[in-house]
């Protein structure tokens, strides 16, 4: 009974221990003194999931025991080097890696779910990936996610400070190797001009980055490929107020409506990344609503008194192709059955053909 009371005592104890409290000095105890598993470790930290004692081991550097990994499904690289192009382009944005335990390690902090959910696709069938709060520092939640993952991806180590030669001489790999540095970096943009109304949606494509060679390598290679791509530098580092800039931004910009979305098309098949996937789909749906209003309009040339041979609707369009102009036959189209239908001119009255000629 008073042992019961004591243990009782105990755990209400560790669950009142705030998270701070553990120190260096009892997990690396705990971890690799007493050889407690991390499951165990939480437990007697009172939490539920090994996650938080994760983050401290992370936080203090401690390095994890081998026969930790054992229940890791550890999977070689596939080889795939359109794939490879992707990871590399991720890896030049900001995902991060190092060696660990001879394992290549990445690490990537975020506040966006979409971010996460992408590296899950990504390496989440190559190795268990850990997932966690990470704590202090950042005024929204962020979480930070950490793989060990097999060797085979030891070029993910080294950030690229340039994109390769076998990316670069060959389209198909430098649109994925876009794509993946679009998906940590890209902003695909569709402003709405509250002067008209809504009206008028101004759409751009903006990636912007300290990354000066790999930007300068993207634009040369956008402006080969046919784009009107432009580089530009943004701030230069320093001091702005209470604002500090470490490295000197550029960014590659392209805001020529038609372009914007030509790079959209190709690259949203490579995307990965819910919230680009969602931008780019967005620009591309309100172009070609754009395109079908601006083909009603040129084609609309006002409404005239003429039952649609097919549903009999009362008024159809007067559908103008500049083609069919002082042609012996007239293209109409109906509102209500969207059917095109031509008519002879002579057939139609002399009110209907003043209205044609008012048209
Ligand atoms: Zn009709």
């Given at each position: ?244 800039r470490n490295l000197d931004l550029y960014r590659v910009m392209m805001s020529s409506h038609q372009e914007v979305i030509k790079l959209a ?30 083909l009603v309009k040129k084609q609309n040339l006002g409404t005239i008194p003429m039952a649609c041979v097919y549903c009999k609707h009362k ?45």
């Amino acid at each position: 009974m008073a042992k019961k009371q004591i243990f009782k005592g105990f755990i209400k104890k560790v669950k009142k221990m705030d998270k701070q409290e553990i120190s260096k000095e009892t997990l690396q105890t705990l971890y690799w003194d007493k050889e407690l598993s991390l499951k165990k470790i939480a437990k007697e930290f009172g939490m539920k999931s090994p996650n938080g004692i994760v983050y401290h081991m992370e936080k203090f550097k401690i390095p994890r025991r081998p026969s930790d990994r054992k229940d890791y499904q550890k999977n070689p690289f596939s080889g795939n080097l359109i794939e490879k192009a992707y990871l590399v382009g991720l890896r030049a944005g900001d995902i991060n890696a190092g060696k660990k335990n001879n394992c290549t390690v990445i690490y990537a902090t975020s506040t966006k779910p979409a971010q996460m959910k992408m590296l899950h696709k990504l390496f989440g069938k190559y190795a268990h990936l850990n997932e966690y709060d990470a704590k202090g520092g950042y005024t929204e939640k962020s979480r930070k996610l950490v793989g060990y993952l097999d060797n085979s991806f030891d070029f993910l180590v080294e950030k690229p400070q340039k994109i390769p030669e076998w990316i670069l001489n060959d389209n198909e790999l430098f649109y994925s190797f876009l794509s993946g540095y679009c998906d940590s970096e890209a902003s695909w943009i569709l402003t709405e001009h509250k002067k008209y109304g809504g009206k008028w949606k101004d759409r751009a494509f903006s990636l912007g980055t300290s990354d000066k060679t790999v930007l300068e390598q993207i634009n040369q290679k956008l402006i080969e490929l046919g784009f009107n791509s432009h580089l530009y530098l943004v701030e230069k580092k320093g001091i702005y107020g209470d604002r500090k800039r470490n490295l000197d931004l550029y960014r590659v910009m392209m805001s020529s409506h038609q372009e914007v979305i030509k790079l959209a098309q190709i690259l949203l098949p490579l995307s990965k990344h819910e919230d680009k996937i969602k931008a780019m789909s967005k620009l591309i749906e309100y172009e070609k609503l754009n395109d079908e209003k601006k083909l009603v309009k040129k084609q609309n040339l006002g409404t005239i008194p003429m039952a649609c041979v097919y549903c009999k609707h009362k008024k159809v369009w007067n559908n103008g192709f500049k083609k069919y102009k002082n042609k012996k036959y007239r293209r109409y189209k109906c509102p209500s059955c969207k059917k095109e239908f031509q008519r002879k001119l002579t057939n139609i009255n002399p009110l209907q053909k003043k209205t044609l000629m008012v048209s």
